[in-house]
């Protein structure tokens, strides 16, 4: 009870996140116990957190906990961090290790095709906006039709924009399985889009 409420305070204060140190000098930070910092670092990155968590585990609530178990941990062992990697990619680490955890200690739910709606540009017209939303929708719907080990990687590499060393980090596996995995999803990917009849290569 009282790491949530801790948490509490994390997202609470400083809801803007802009704290203009550098990931790195918040873990240092938060390794001192520096609640300013942990707000700052929890701010930066939990939204990105929550997402890639719920496309493991597709619910919501369990995603929830999932994110706020990652950055208990981060404030709890922060001074683990050896700075080998990207602050980012270590938390992303975390994260996927309590993710795959969590679905663990599930039942095999059958896949929503309803996940994270992408917000779109302000300035397209309702046209735009509607047909974005349409090919939003059947990408993800293809998505959901991959393998969870190659769906994972699209997720990284496409919407988390990590790349090959750092996906390879994140799940525990070497670049050249991600390497292969990617290819795998890709063509697959692109016949599932084809088959409804959107041109993959755009």
């Excluded at 991959?146 to 997720?155: C, K, N, T, V, Y």
Aim: with cysteine; aromatic share 8%; hydrophobic share 45%.
């Amino acid at each position: 009870m009282q790491d949530a409420l801790t948490l509490s305070k994390f997202s609470a204060d400083h809801a803007d996140g802009h704290d203009g140190s550098s990931d790195e000098l918040l873990v240092r930070r938060v390794a001192a116990s520096d609640r300013l910092a942990m707000r700052a670092l929890y701010v930066r990155h939990h939204v990105r957190i929550y997402r890639f968590v719920l496309w493991i585990v597709n619910d919501a609530a369990t995603a929830e906990d999932v994110t706020s178990n990652v950055f208990l941990d981060i404030w709890r062992n922060a001074g683990r961090f050896e700075g080998r990697s990207q602050v980012s990619t270590w938390i992303f680490a975390i994260a996927r290790y309590k993710a795959v955890a969590a679905l663990r200690r599930r039942t095999n739910d059958p896949l929503d095709d309803e996940m994270v709606c992408e917000i779109p540009d302000s300035a397209d017209t309702p046209e735009m906006i509607l047909q974005k939303q349409n090919e939003s929708a059947v990408l993800r719907q293809c998505l959901t039709q991959l393998s969870p080990a190659h769906r994972e990687i699209i997720d990284l590499v496409y919407y988390h924009e990590k790349s090959v060393a750092e996906v390879a980090e994140i799940i525990g596996a070497p670049q050249n399985t991600v390497k292969t995995r990617m290819f795998h999803a890709r063509k697959r990917l692109a016949t599932l889009l084809e088959a409804r009849g959107f041109d993959a290569a755009a």
